[in-house]
């Protein structure tokens, strides 16, 4: 036991705040990952044995390519440019005594309980010679034959003849589900010692370049362009493939040597059940195995099950004879009472040639129960470790040595799967009935054991095809919550296989994950498997998926208020944008922003006033139509000037502020409009300040209004303000000095004022001109005196008003001039006249 934590053997020691008496139950583990998912779903959680260690979240820190990724399980992983000085050193090729140690580390366990008997390759010297000396010459060799033809068996032995051939040695590799890409990154890492690095697909396709080795890859899955690609990146390897018929044949130009493998003959096919059986055969047994030729075609794996169903019948008789001994009342089945000791008959041919069901049925408990389980787990079979706990069964990891002696499994890389045709066979005898509820257990304990964090990511990789095939097997399912424990074991595996540069697991994982999510209506958790397929895509250089995947994540997380996943992925797609060569696009921005970018956001300063406004609009030429509003490409940043993702969130505020600048500009050039349109300014742009109680009755009447005012109206005041751009022929008016004279020093003498009526030839006198009709009291509120500069230039008296000169050809000239009130109209009705 953990010396840190008293069993409760340990008597004599008391123990206080828990329980009674002197004992005392030690804390349970920490929960597993299921009953928490019941627990926050409101289901019954898992009954509570004292405090739990609180479990921490396995965060990795890895390089892919340039890039430096951060797998984090609980918000999803992050990627993002590798700083300076954090990357890795160049790869370094491992030494002899290294690849023996990783070979010896990769390859299948040895099964617990007595060693089985090493079988010999029986007429296999000539392809076996043939194969050796292809690959000395450097040729690649694709070696087909049917499923137990013992392919395996000469792959072992031509490895071992070739273990000098090539400077990088001989690299066993497995193509059971697995992709060009895999099994180049495969090579790679068998090759070279890079720890947490994975370089990028120019980086990788640089290495295995220069790999010189002899590579034995066995259950090849693919051919035809997928073949010639892999051959293509490692022309320096030579390359030995097994497969079966029924796989895709290389190119027509392909230069791959062909060697087919066929069954043995029936004299080796005999001496090889003898060697299985370990006795000779009987006469009788003699001709059953020259039946079962005659029906196997010669494949050895069924001549090693054969053997296997001898063996048993041995037993069987053994056990039944000293049943006998012993007086027993029961004599076994077929027991010939005549006969010397005792007869069980053959199995029948067809057992022979499907000997599983009949095996099975031979086998112990723990056994059984572990070919239902790899039955429902589609053929793949858990680690001897996970036995015991998936079975229920302390003795259970002694079943996998009693399953490969009598020739049920088979390897598959670093572990076991049932051999061929096994899995048929057993299903058809009924082992497949309660797959589904066996297949919840493996996920659910792989859920709990993928996500501890004292499992090392390597062995989680190596369970990685057990644990897919958990997934799969409740992904779409039919029973409640089997979706459910589907998502639970793809979040807590991906994050593993990931940090265990398995990613061709991870994609997979990953993609069952969101399958699983949809189905379960678990939005939050399909949002983070679109997340991690986006950092996946963006990591294998694909942006064009990472893009897609992204935005969906950031659109959901988005509806579901997450703000800290909202972040990782936008991110993650800023990251893709750059990658893409343009900058990130304002309408690929949810509506959800984030509060820090908005916190820390420059804001629009606002315009200086109207008249710098104005300026700006009538120094455009006439006739520009340019929209005041547009989308517009992000301006390059002046140094030191706030950019990048802040900038790119502000682009809709600037928008806004823009279209309001539009705004008070309409209304201004409005208000110039209607001041430089309304009758009483000059022609010549001496402009004054026209009197807001004049009338059209009064300038009818021809009565000025002799009241005066020092103090400037609001009339006055706006139109002053508005109207202090200079005019053509240079004349200003001061605003604020109502009743104090104006000179205009640029009039010359031709420049006569003219009035309503006809004016005399006399020429000016100097003095001011009067209108010789009554003053007549004004109607406005407000009356304001207005002053006006002679044509002699001196000033009019204080207290009278001259009215202002109007050009002779104006053709408002006979109906008086319009209100002083348009002045006030509104910035539309400006912008009509």
């Known amino acids: 036991m953990d010396p840190t934590h008293l069993g409760p053997e340990e008597y004599g020691r008391d123990y206080d705040g828990f329980g009674e008496g002197t004992g005392r139950r030690l804390p349970s583990r920490e929960p597993s990952p299921s009953s928490q998912l019941r627990a926050s779903r409101g289901g019954p959680a898992a009954p509570d044995f004292g405090q739990q260690t609180p479990q921490q979240a396995r965060v990795v820190k890895l390089i892919s390519g340039d890039c430096l990724l951060t797998v984090n399980p609980v918000d999803g992983s992050e990627v993002e440019p590798c700083p300076p000085g954090e990357q890795p050193d160049p790869p370094v090729k491992r030494t002899a005594a290294e690849r023996t140690d990783r070979e010896r580390a990769t390859a299948p366990p040895v099964p617990p309980g007595p060693p089985a008997p090493q079988l010999p390759l029986l007429e296999r010297a000539e392809e076996r010679e043939r194969l050796v000396r292809l690959l000395a010459r450097g040729r690649s ?22 273990a000098d051939l090539a400077p990088d040695g001989v690299v066993r590799l497995s193509g059971y589900k697995r992709t060009v890409t895999d099994l180049l990154y495969g090579l790679f890492e068998a090759v070279y010692d890079a720890q947490l690095h994975r370089p990028d697909r120019a980086g990788l396709l640089e290495k295995v370049r220069s790999i010189g080795a002899v590579v034995v890859l066995d259950d090849l899955e693919f051919g035809g362009a997928a073949l010639e690609e892999l051959l293509d990146a490692t022309p320096e390897c030579a390359f030995l493939f097994a497969t079966t018929p029924d796989v895709a044949a290389p190119t027509a130009d392909s230069h791959l040597e062909e060697v087919f493998l066929a069954g043995l003959g029936r004299g080796s096919s005999v001496e090889l059940l003898e060697r299985v059986v370990e006795r000779p055969l009987t006469e009788e047994e003699a001709n059953w195995a020259g039946d079962l030729w005659f029906e196997s075609e ?20 053994t056990d039944a004879y000293d049943g006998l001994d012993e007086g027993s009342a029961d004599a076994p089945f077929g027991h010939d009472p005549d006969a010397d000791g005792v007869h069980i008959p053959l199995p029948s041919l067809g057992e022979g040639a499907a000997p599983a069901a009949l095996l099975a049925s031979r086998l112990s408990g723990p056994a059984r129960d572990t070919l239902r389980l790899a039955v429902a787990l589609g053929g793949e079979v858990p680690h001897q470790a996970h036995l015991p706990a998936l079975v229920g069964d302390t003795h259970a990891d002694a079943a996998l040595g009693e399953l490969a002696g009598f020739g049920l499994l088979s390897p598959a890389g670093p572990r076991y799967r049932l051999a061929a045709g096994v899995l048929a066979q057993l299903e058809a005898a009924g082992y497949g009935e309660d797959s589904t509820d066996r297949a919840r257990t493996a996920a659910q304990h792989y859920a709990w054991w993928t996500g501890h964090p004292s499992v090392t990511p390597v062995r989680a990789t190596a369970e990685a095809d057990a644990v897919i095939a958990a997934m799969a097997q409740l992904v779409p399912g039919d029973g409640a919550g089997q979706t459910s424990v589907a998502v639970l074991l793809a979040r807590s595996a991906a994050p593993a296989f990931a940090a265990g540069l398995h990613w061709g697991a991870w994609e997979r994982a990953l993609r069952i994950g969101q ?17 991690e397929l986006g950092v996946l895509a963006l990591c294998s250089g694909n942006p064009d998926r990472a893009r897609a995947e992204l935005e969906t994540s950031i659109s959901m997380r988005g509806a579901l208020a997450d703000k800290s996943g909202a972040v990782a992925g936008r991110r993650a797609l800023a990251l893709v944008e750059d990658r893409a060569g343009g900058p990130l696009p304002g309408g690929r921005i949810p509506v959800v922003e984030e ?14 006033g109207p008249a710098a406004a104005v300026t ?16 517009q490409t992000a301006p390059k940043a002046a140094p030191g000037a706030r950019g990048g993702r802040f900038a790119v969130l502000g682009g809709a505020r600037r928008n806004l502020v823009a279209a309001g600048a539009g705004v008070i500009l309409a209304g201004v050039l409005g208000t110039v409009v209607t001041l430089g349109l309304t009758p009483g300014g000059d022609a010549q742009g001496n402009t004054g300040v026209t009197t807001e109680d004049s009338t059209g009755e009064d300038l009818q009447d021809g009565v000025p209004d002799d009241g005066s005012q020092d103090a400037s109206t609001p009339g006055d005041t706006a139109s002053s303000g508005s109207a202090r751009t200079p005019g053509p022929s240079g004349s200003r008016t001061t605003p604020g000095t109502s009743g104090a004279p104006s000179t205009d020093d640029s009039s010359g003498p031709g420049d006569s004022p003219s009035s309503d009526k006809p004016s ?16 007549k009291p004004s109607t ?44 006030a109209s509104s910035p539309a009705e400006a912008t009509v006249l």
């Not at 296997?308 to 037993?315: K, P």
């Not at 399958?515 to 997340?531: D, S």
């Open 780 to 823: 406005s509120p407000k009356p304001s005196t207005s002053t006006s500069t002679s044509p002699s230039g001196s000033p009019s008296p204080s207290g009278s008003t001259s009215e202002t000169p109007t050009p002779p050809d104006t053709s408002d000239s006979a109906s008086g001039p319009a209100p002083s009130s348009a002045a």
């Open 298 to 317: 010669g494949l050895p794996l069924r001549f090693v099950q054969a053997g296997a169903l001898l063996r048993q019948r041995d037993m069987l008789r």
């Open 515 to 531: 399958e699983a999510a949809r189905i379960a209506g678990e939005v939050a958790e399909e949002a983070y498997f679109h997340h």
């Open 616 to 631: 700006q609009a009538l120094s455009r030429p006439y006739g520009d139509t340019t929209a005041v509003i547009s989308r």
């Open 595 to 608: 509060l820090s970018a908005a916190r820390h956001e420059e804001r629009i300063p606002p315009p200086v």
């Open 141 to 162: 060799v694709r070696l087909t034959g049917p499923a137990g033809s013992g392919r395996t068996a000469l792959l072992s032995a031509v490895a071992a003849d070739c």
């Open 760 to 775: 005399s030839n006399k020429p000016p006198s100097g003095k001011p001109t009067k209108s010789s009709s009554t003053p």
